[in-house]
Protein backbone atom coordinates (compact mmCIF):
# COMPACT_ATOMS: atom_id res chain seq x y z
CA UNK A 1 0.00 0.00 0.00
CA UNK A 2 1.81 2.89 -0.70
CA UNK A 3 1.12 6.62 0.92
CA UNK A 4 0.76 9.55 -0.89
CA UNK A 5 1.23 13.27 0.69
CA UNK A 6 0.11 16.22 -0.58
CA UNK A 7 1.37 19.38 0.46
CA UNK A 8 -0.87 22.47 0.46
CA UNK A 9 0.56 25.50 -2.06
CA UNK A 10 0.88 27.69 0.65
CA UNK A 11 2.81 25.37 2.65
CA UNK A 12 5.66 24.99 -0.40
CA UNK A 13 5.29 28.88 -0.97
CA UNK A 14 6.48 29.27 2.41
CA UNK A 15 9.30 26.95 2.46
CA UNK A 16 10.52 28.74 -0.56
CA UNK A 17 10.01 31.75 0.94
CA UNK A 18 12.65 30.71 4.28
CA UNK A 19 15.05 28.52 2.21
CA UNK A 20 15.30 31.98 0.18
CA UNK A 21 16.01 34.38 3.74
CA UNK A 22 18.25 31.83 4.77
CA UNK A 23 20.20 32.37 1.50
CA UNK A 24 20.08 36.07 2.23
CA UNK A 25 21.01 36.20 5.60
CA UNK A 26 24.16 33.61 4.60
CA UNK A 27 25.01 36.37 2.08
CA UNK A 28 24.75 39.27 3.78
CA UNK A 29 26.97 37.70 6.77
CA UNK A 30 29.57 36.83 3.80
CA UNK A 31 29.28 40.62 2.67
CA UNK A 32 29.56 41.39 6.26
CA UNK A 33 33.16 39.68 7.11
CA UNK A 34 34.27 40.71 3.70
CA UNK A 35 33.57 44.08 4.73
CA UNK A 36 35.44 44.07 7.94
CA UNK A 37 38.24 42.03 6.89
CA UNK A 38 38.69 44.75 4.27
CA UNK A 39 39.05 47.74 6.89
CA UNK A 40 40.43 46.06 9.11
CA UNK A 41 43.20 45.16 6.39
CA UNK A 42 43.23 48.76 5.16
CA UNK A 43 43.74 50.25 8.80
CA UNK A 44 46.62 48.09 9.25
CA UNK A 45 47.93 48.96 5.87
CA UNK A 46 47.58 52.73 6.73
CA UNK A 47 49.25 52.14 9.99
CA UNK A 48 52.92 50.66 8.00
CA UNK A 49 52.37 53.47 5.61
CA UNK A 50 54.65 55.68 7.20
CA UNK A 51 57.20 52.84 8.19
CA UNK A 52 57.56 52.31 3.98
CA UNK A 53 58.63 56.38 3.72
CA UNK A 54 61.12 57.98 3.25
CA UNK A 55 62.36 60.22 6.35
CA UNK A 56 65.69 59.67 6.10
CA UNK A 57 68.53 61.13 3.52
CA UNK A 58 70.54 57.98 3.70
CA UNK A 59 67.09 56.10 2.54
CA UNK A 60 67.54 57.65 -0.86
CA UNK A 61 70.86 56.34 -2.66
CA UNK A 62 72.40 57.93 -5.45
CA UNK A 63 74.64 56.06 -7.49
CA UNK A 64 76.72 57.28 -10.51
CA UNK A 65 76.61 60.40 -10.35
CA UNK A 66 80.43 61.88 -11.61
CA UNK A 67 79.10 65.68 -12.43
CA UNK A 68 76.04 66.76 -10.10
CA UNK A 69 75.96 66.26 -6.71
CA UNK A 70 73.29 64.03 -4.94
CA UNK A 71 71.87 66.97 -2.87
CA UNK A 72 70.74 68.25 -6.37
CA UNK A 73 69.21 65.25 -7.43
CA UNK A 74 67.43 64.90 -4.32
CA UNK A 75 65.91 68.41 -4.61
CA UNK A 76 64.47 67.33 -8.13
CA UNK A 77 63.24 64.60 -6.89
CA UNK A 78 61.03 66.31 -3.62
CA UNK A 79 58.02 65.68 -5.37
CA UNK A 80 58.50 62.68 -6.93
CA UNK A 81 59.38 60.86 -3.96
CA UNK A 82 57.09 62.81 -1.44
CA UNK A 83 54.70 59.26 -0.70
CA UNK A 84 55.67 55.69 0.98
CA UNK A 85 58.09 53.64 -1.21
CA UNK A 86 55.89 50.73 -1.99
CA UNK A 87 53.63 53.63 -3.94
CA UNK A 88 56.21 55.75 -5.78
CA UNK A 89 55.97 55.59 -9.57
CA UNK A 90 59.80 54.99 -10.31
CA UNK A 91 58.43 55.88 -13.97
CA UNK A 92 57.92 59.34 -12.48
CA UNK A 93 61.18 59.64 -10.98
CA UNK A 94 63.21 58.41 -14.21
CA UNK A 95 60.83 60.73 -16.02
CA UNK A 96 61.23 63.77 -13.91
CA UNK A 97 64.99 63.41 -13.98
CA UNK A 98 65.23 63.20 -17.67
CA UNK A 99 63.66 65.87 -18.56
CA UNK A 100 64.49 68.76 -15.43
CA UNK A 101 68.55 67.38 -15.65
CA UNK A 102 71.32 66.52 -17.68
CA UNK A 103 70.81 62.48 -17.01
CA UNK A 104 70.18 59.93 -20.19
CA UNK A 105 69.65 57.40 -18.50
CA UNK A 106 67.62 55.93 -14.58
CA UNK A 107 67.47 52.59 -12.67
CA UNK A 108 65.22 52.81 -9.70
CA UNK A 109 65.01 49.72 -7.10
CA UNK A 110 62.83 49.81 -4.09
CA UNK A 111 63.08 48.19 -1.31
CA UNK A 112 60.45 47.89 1.35
CA UNK A 113 61.51 46.99 4.74
CA UNK A 114 63.64 48.93 5.51
CA UNK A 115 62.39 51.57 3.24
CA UNK A 116 65.37 52.00 0.71
CA UNK A 117 64.87 53.65 -2.86
CA UNK A 118 68.52 53.53 -4.89
CA UNK A 119 68.35 55.55 -7.97
CA UNK A 120 71.37 54.86 -10.46
CA UNK A 121 71.85 57.39 -12.95
CA UNK A 122 73.85 57.62 -16.07
CA UNK A 123 74.62 61.83 -16.43
CA UNK A 124 75.57 63.64 -20.10
CA UNK A 125 78.44 65.30 -19.68
CA UNK A 126 78.55 69.18 -19.54
CA UNK A 127 80.12 70.75 -22.99
CA UNK A 128 79.44 74.03 -22.65
CA UNK A 129 79.65 77.08 -19.65
CA UNK A 130 76.80 79.46 -19.64
CA UNK A 131 77.90 83.23 -18.67
CA UNK A 132 75.14 85.46 -17.79
CA UNK A 133 75.09 88.74 -19.67
CA UNK A 134 73.20 91.88 -18.35
CA UNK A 135 72.38 93.12 -22.17
CA UNK A 136 70.26 89.73 -22.38
CA UNK A 137 66.54 88.85 -21.77
CA UNK A 138 65.68 86.17 -19.10
CA UNK A 139 69.50 84.81 -19.03
CA UNK A 140 70.34 81.59 -17.56
CA UNK A 141 72.77 82.50 -14.76
CA UNK A 142 76.11 80.65 -14.71
CA UNK A 143 76.16 76.82 -15.56
CA UNK A 144 76.72 74.18 -17.80
CA UNK A 145 74.89 72.85 -20.82
CA UNK A 146 74.59 68.98 -22.11
CA UNK A 147 74.76 68.12 -26.25
CA UNK A 148 70.77 68.26 -25.61
CA UNK A 149 70.61 71.69 -24.41
CA UNK A 150 69.80 70.63 -20.71
CA UNK A 151 70.72 73.25 -18.25
CA UNK A 152 71.64 72.96 -14.65
CA UNK A 153 73.24 76.29 -12.39
CA UNK A 154 76.68 75.65 -11.79
CA UNK A 155 76.26 74.84 -7.75
CA UNK A 156 74.12 72.10 -8.66
CA UNK A 157 77.46 70.56 -9.14
CA UNK A 158 79.96 68.91 -7.23
CA UNK A 159 82.88 71.07 -7.77
CA UNK A 160 84.59 72.79 -10.25
CA UNK A 161 87.44 69.58 -10.04
CA UNK A 162 84.86 67.40 -11.01
CA UNK A 163 84.02 69.59 -14.48
CA UNK A 164 85.89 69.74 -17.71
CA UNK A 165 87.75 72.53 -17.91
CA UNK A 166 88.13 73.33 -21.52
CA UNK A 167 84.49 73.74 -23.01
CA UNK A 168 83.00 76.22 -25.02
CA UNK A 169 81.39 79.57 -23.58
CA UNK A 170 78.13 80.41 -24.57
CA UNK A 171 76.67 84.18 -23.79
CA UNK A 172 73.42 85.20 -23.46
CA UNK A 173 71.69 81.28 -23.56
CA UNK A 174 68.30 81.03 -22.56
CA UNK A 175 65.66 77.90 -21.58
CA UNK A 176 64.21 78.53 -24.84
CA UNK A 177 67.42 77.80 -27.21
CA UNK A 178 67.23 74.35 -25.93
CA UNK A 179 66.16 72.78 -29.02
CA UNK A 180 68.54 74.92 -31.00
CA UNK A 181 71.11 74.09 -28.85
CA UNK A 182 70.53 70.51 -29.83
CA UNK A 183 71.04 71.55 -33.06
CA UNK A 184 74.09 73.69 -33.34
CA UNK A 185 76.18 71.89 -31.31
CA UNK A 186 76.82 69.16 -33.22
CA UNK A 187 77.91 71.12 -36.07
CA UNK A 188 79.68 73.16 -34.41
CA UNK A 189 81.72 69.95 -32.74
CA UNK A 190 82.21 68.59 -35.87
CA UNK A 191 83.94 71.90 -37.32
CA UNK A 192 87.65 71.96 -37.88
CA UNK A 193 88.26 75.04 -35.98
CA UNK A 194 88.66 76.08 -32.53
CA UNK A 195 85.40 77.50 -31.19
CA UNK A 196 85.94 79.04 -27.97
CA UNK A 197 83.30 81.15 -26.99
CA UNK A 198 79.46 81.32 -28.75
CA UNK A 199 77.74 84.59 -28.44
CA UNK A 200 73.87 84.21 -28.50
CA UNK A 201 72.93 87.41 -26.89
CA UNK A 202 71.04 88.90 -29.99
CA UNK A 203 68.83 85.86 -31.38
CA UNK A 204 68.93 87.63 -34.70
CA UNK A 205 72.58 86.79 -34.77
CA UNK A 206 74.32 84.10 -33.75
CA UNK A 207 78.46 84.61 -33.31
CA UNK A 208 81.03 82.40 -32.79
CA UNK A 209 84.11 83.48 -31.19
CA UNK A 210 87.05 81.52 -33.36
CA UNK A 211 91.13 81.19 -34.21
CA UNK A 212 90.15 83.45 -37.23
CA UNK A 213 88.06 86.02 -35.29
CA UNK A 214 84.41 86.62 -34.71
CA UNK A 215 82.29 84.87 -37.13
CA UNK A 216 78.93 86.71 -37.54
CA UNK A 217 75.98 83.87 -38.82
CA UNK A 218 72.63 85.53 -38.40
CA UNK A 219 69.58 84.12 -36.84
CA UNK A 220 68.56 81.50 -39.18
CA UNK A 221 70.40 78.23 -37.74
CA UNK A 222 68.61 76.08 -40.76
CA UNK A 223 71.76 77.54 -42.90
CA UNK A 224 74.63 77.07 -40.51
CA UNK A 225 75.52 73.59 -42.16
CA UNK A 226 76.17 75.85 -45.16
CA UNK A 227 78.14 77.67 -43.27
CA UNK A 228 79.85 76.22 -41.58
CA UNK A 229 81.45 74.57 -44.93
CA UNK A 230 82.25 78.37 -45.83
CA UNK A 231 83.95 78.98 -43.13
CA UNK A 232 86.19 75.60 -43.31
CA UNK A 233 87.24 77.76 -46.69
CA UNK A 234 88.78 80.14 -44.79
CA UNK A 235 91.38 77.92 -42.51
CA UNK A 236 94.45 79.68 -44.31
CA UNK A 237 92.74 83.47 -43.80
CA UNK A 238 95.27 84.67 -41.34
CA UNK A 239 98.16 83.67 -43.99
CA UNK A 240 96.58 86.64 -46.38
CA UNK A 241 95.26 89.33 -43.79
CA UNK A 242 96.87 89.38 -39.99
CA UNK A 243 93.80 88.46 -37.75
CA UNK A 244 94.13 92.05 -35.77
CA UNK A 245 93.10 93.90 -39.21
CA UNK A 246 89.93 91.69 -39.28
CA UNK A 247 86.96 93.19 -37.22
CA UNK A 248 84.98 90.28 -38.30
CA UNK A 249 83.53 87.86 -40.84
CA UNK A 250 79.96 88.00 -41.58
CA UNK A 251 78.19 84.61 -42.91
CA UNK A 252 74.75 85.88 -42.74
CA UNK A 253 74.33 85.24 -46.22
CA UNK A 254 75.25 81.37 -46.78
CA UNK A 255 76.47 82.04 -50.59
CA UNK A 256 78.19 84.93 -49.68
CA UNK A 257 81.68 85.70 -47.17
CA UNK A 258 82.10 89.02 -46.56
CA UNK A 259 85.45 89.56 -44.31
CA UNK A 260 85.16 93.34 -42.50
CA UNK A 261 88.57 95.00 -41.84
CA UNK A 262 89.74 97.31 -39.19
CA UNK A 263 90.09 101.13 -40.37
CA UNK A 264 93.68 100.54 -39.85
CA UNK A 265 93.47 97.42 -42.03
Same mark, same amino acid.
Do not use: C
Given at each position: ????????????? $??????????? #?? +??????????????GGLAW??? +????? +?????????? @????????????? &??????? =??????????????? #???????????? *?????? +?????? *?? /????????? =???????? *????? !????????? #???????? /?????????? $???? $???WAKVY??? *???? &??? #???????? !????????? @??????????? &???????? !????? &??????????????????NLILV??????
Amino acid at each position: MTSTYYAHPDIRQ $RRVALKRQRQL #KM +LQSVWRTLIVTTITGGLAWASF +LPQWG +LRQPEEMVIQ @GNEYLSSEAIYDL &LAEATSE =PVITLSPDKIKGTLE #KQAPIKEVTVTR *ELYPSR +LTIAVK *ES /PPVAKTISS =PTTVAPLE *EGYID !ANGRWMSQE #KYQSSEAL /PADVIKVIGY $RAHY $RLQWAKVYPKI *EAMS &LDV #KTINWQNP !ANLILETEL @GSIHLGGNIEH &LSQQLEML !AQLRN &LPQEVPPNQIRHINLKNPNLILVELTQEG
